[in-house]
């Protein structure tokens, strides 16, 4: 059976720049799969790439068969692939419950079984209900990543991109993360995260991906690639 | 949201309306009247900027290029095809929505500062094709409207009828906005406002519903149009070019664009204070440009959600929240 996301020699250059340098990679059906790599590897571009914020040099990527290179970011969403971002995860302005209404309005995709088809459940699943009259601008840091995963969560994806989703977080907010993102396989949804943090990654992945300057140096299962001495040598250097 | 709650931002503006229309009442002199008039039907295009600039986050600097399309609609459907006032009032407001489609399709594609400065191009190439437009657009000179207007056979050119009936389209304009702002589709605009990414990763088209919400502002904007050619009974272009847009702009700055009261307190406002203080021309423009600067310093959601945050500070002793956000953000 093919992959669910097939990435296959993925490049993108800024001018002079080569951010990624052809990278394949495949998200599996019900996997967590996580990418490492230090700061500049190209990791947000890959994601930003496949979501449709850039548009790829060369390269193709494919869903469940079907070829979505370089199509516009609203597209990638209604295919079922949600992407949370690094920073600006929410609508400031608007009010939490808005927010998670604004993202179940538009979702078209229908998959059988979806626990969290409401605002209300949304917000009762990433623990916000409590907030729902706030605006979103006032939440601290690990409540807004939290409304962040609930917005990916409303468009009913299929696969969800998680771009550093436990950067600021402290331990407590990284464990509720933890059992939060580990939920999804069960209800059918894919989810490929990138992080720093290491323990989180073994927390989260069984499968590894390692990028470093824009190419892919490592893939496999995570105990295997942490101590695959390529991987020791250009990332983690003595740090684990 | 619950409807009733939703009122609750309707209410105000509807009963502020009613003491309006009861005004000729008080016998109020024809030049009250007149300035009343016209600053009802900027309120009209207010209602549709503040969808546009209040929800969706997208200044227009050539407004009143939209509302000359409804006026120059008008004059021109009167006097070559014999088509009167009620018929004029949704044609114009197709025919600027058309023409709104035709602008914001290319100058939606840049954002920002970049479609201010397209919209504000347009407004002045708008003034020049309608000044060298020959006999057709009456040249620099412009159109005489002559046809009257009455409703079930009564005359509404006098002036307390024709205020009553520009009360009455302000309050339509006003339903209509506050429609579309508790509507999913307002949601959706807000949303591309707050965070453009963020919506276009949730699965909204962000182009269309800008050039969506400019279509939208222009078909009130057309209907502002004709309230006005059947007004003067006389346009011409000047009426319609660089002035008059950053006017509009300035009135939905001042009174604040996100809350429903804004529009109709920026119009009035901006009519009556030369009047009240008593200015020359000269003199009124340089108090604008004051209160311009000081409700973008001080101001910066615009005078009615100033007044609310004052008075939650006054009487609540909690922090200001007004139910719409503070200070705007302008990293995207």
């Known amino acids: 059976m093919g992959a669910l996301l097939d990435i296959k020699g993925l490049r993108k250059q800024f001018g002079g720049v080569t951010a990624l340098a052809g990278v394949d990679l495949a998200v599996d059906e019900g996997e967590i799969l996580g990418v490492v790599g230090p700061n500049g590897s190209g990791k947000t571009t890959l994601f930003n790439s496949v979501t449709g914020v850039h548009k790829p040099t060369a390269g193709t990527v494919s869903w469940r068969g079907r070829d979505i290179t370089g199509i516009p970011a609203n597209a990638v969403s209604r295919a079922g692939i949600a992407y949370t971002f690094q920073q600006a995860m929410a609508f400031p302005g608007l009010s939490v419950f808005e927010n998670v209404q604004i993202a179940t309005e538009h979702c078209s995709n229908a998959l059988a079984n979806f626990p969290w088809t409401t605002p209300a459940s949304l917000l009762e699943f990433v623990g916000l209900s409590g907030l729902s009259e706030e605006k979103a601008g006032i939440l601290p840091f690990g409540r807004l990543r939290l409304l962040g995963l609930a917005l990916a969560l409303a468009t009913r994806p299929s696969l969800i991109l998680l771009d550093e989703p436990a950067a600021g977080l402290n331990d407590r907010e990284t464990k509720t993360l933890v059992h939060l993102v580990e939920q999804f396989p069960e209800h059918g949804i894919s989810v490929c995260v990138i992080d720093h943090d290491m323990k989180l990654m073994q927390m989260l992945c069984r499968r590894l991906a390692v990028l470093d300057f824009g190419s892919k140096i490592a893939d496999g299962p995570t105990a295997d690639v942490l101590n695959d001495p390529k991987v020791l040598e250009v990332y983690l250097g003595g740090a684990l | ?332």
């Open chain 2, 1 to 332: 949201m619950p409807v009733s709650n939703s009122f609750r931002s309707l209410l105000p503006v509807l009963l502020l309306l009613v003491l309006l229309a009861l005004v000729p009442l008080l016998s109020p002199s024809n030049r009250f009247l007149s300035l009343a008039i016209s600053a009802g039907i900027n309120v009209i295009a207010l209602y549709g900027l503040s969808v546009l600039f209040g929800q969706t986050g997208i200044l227009s600097m050539g407004h009143a290029a939209l509302v000359g399309i409804g006026a120059y609609t008008a004059a021109i459907l009167a006097r070559d095809f014999n088509i009167g006032f009620w018929l004029s009032i949704p044609l114009a407001g197709i025919m600027a929505a058309i023409v709104a489609a035709l602008i914001g399709i290319p100058s939606l594609r840049v954002s920002g500062h970049h479609f201010v400065i397209m919209t504000f191009a347009f407004g002045q190439l708008l003034s020049i094709i309608l000044t060298n437009g020959g006999d057709y657009t009456g040249a620099a000179s412009g159109l005489d409207v002559q046809q009257p207007v009455s409703l079930f056979g009564l005359s509404i050119d006098v002036l307390t009828h024709y205020y009553l009936m520009v009360v009455f389209f302000v309050a339509l304009s006003a339903i209509a906005s506050w429609a579309i702002i508790n509507s999913r589709y307002g949601r959706t605009l807000r949303a591309i406002r707050e965070n453009e990414k963020l919506a276009a990763s949730l699965g909204i088209n962000v182009g269309r519903h800008k050039i969506g919400a400019f279509i939208v502002s222009g078909v009130f904007a057309g209907a502002s149009g004709v309230l006005l050619a059947y007004f003067l009974r006389h346009i011409s272009p000047s009426q319609f070019s660089s002035f008059p847009s950053i006017y509009l702009a300035l009135m939905v700055m001042i009174g604040g664009a996100r809350l429903l009261l804004g529009p109709l307190a920026g119009g009035i406002l901006v009519a009556f204070l030369p009047e009240l203080l008593n200015l020359d021309p000269v003199q009124s423009r340089i108090l604008y440009g004051v209160c311009l600067i000081a409700v973008i310093l001080l101001l910066p959601n615009g005078l009615i959600a100033g007044i609310i945050a004052g008075w939650h500070r006054i009487f609540d002793r909690r922090p200001a929240q007004p139910s719409e956000p503070a200070v705007e953000r302008e990293g995207k």
